[in-house]
């Protein structure tokens, strides 16, 4: 079994500023681990995934996160946010085996002016 | 990149009848597809795993009867919410993956389906 825990339910940030949406995973097995944006009323977009290699992974709209295994993290950075950059995230991992995906329940980050 | 095609975006339906939505994949093969339901300000709920010419996986507590999924072709399946009620409103999200890449290459979902139940 599978579980992800998203530690902020809510971001507020200042546009330009950094941010940091931290995801903490618990698997018995191989994981993959993915990052996932949703806008509103909107399907989900893939924002970078980690499979296996370099631990730092970088994705689109300039996100990066970095795979930490001993302390079971997977946080999302971005070193300067925009407005657009407002919306829902979710850190996901996915069994190697049976790829179905578990979800976190979400951190919404709110890019203000 | 591979896209998936989801049908309709929006539906408002009577309690009692049913109600279908699409999950199309355009560019790829998808043998496996999996059905999403998302409340508001939630995260996605799995409801089952759509296999390519064999009978869906369904999550516990989800009541297959209900929610019918057809998966007939490699780039087509379909989820039929019948007798519908008001509890049934929700956000509807499928996703699949290129049958012909690893499991490590992320799903692609669909662009959602808001149903309304009045």
């Known amino acids: 079994a599978q579980s992800v825990t998203q530690l902020d339910s809510q971001v507020p940030v200042f546009e330009e500023a950094p941010v940091e949406l931290r995801c903490n995973y618990s698997s018995s097995v191989s994981v993959y681990l993915f990052w996932y944006v949703q806008y509103p009323n909107q399907g989900l977009q893939l924002l970078l995934k980690y499979l296996s290699g370099s631990t730092l992974v970088k994705g689109i709209n300039g996100f990066e996160a970095e795979f930490n295994k001993s302390q079971t993290s997977f946080h999302l950075r971005k070193p300067s946010v925009h407005i657009s950059d407002t919306a829902e995230y979710f850190c996901?991992?996915?069994?190697?085996?049976?790829?179905?995906?578990?979800f976190g329940d979400g951190t919404t980050l709110t890019v203000k002016p | 990149g591979a896209v998936v095609s989801q049908h309709p975006s929006r539906v408002i339906c009577k309690s009692g009848t049913s109600v279908k939505i699409e999950c199309r994949s355009l560019?790829?093969?998808?043998?496996?597809m999996f059905w999403y339901r998302q409340f508001p300000k939630q995260s996605l709920m799995l409801m089952a795993t759509?296999?390519?010419?064999?009978?869906?996986?369904?999550e516990q507590g989800v009541e297959k009867d209900k929610f019918l999924i057809n998966h007939a072709s490699l780039t087509l399946s379909t989820l039929t919410v019948t007798s519908a009620h008001p509890e049934d409103s929700s956000f509807y999200i499928c996703?699949?993956?290129?049958?012909?890449?690893?499991?490590?290459?992320?799903?692609?979902f669909g662009s959602g389906t808001r149903l309304t139940v009045v």
């Open positions: 759509s296999n390519e010419g064999s009978k869906a996986t369904y």
């Open positions: 996901a991992v996915s069994d190697t085996n049976a790829g179905k995906s578990t």
């Open positions: 996703s699949a993956r290129d049958s012909g890449t690893g499991i490590g290459y992320g799903y692609t």
């Open positions: 560019d790829f093969q998808a043998t496996t």
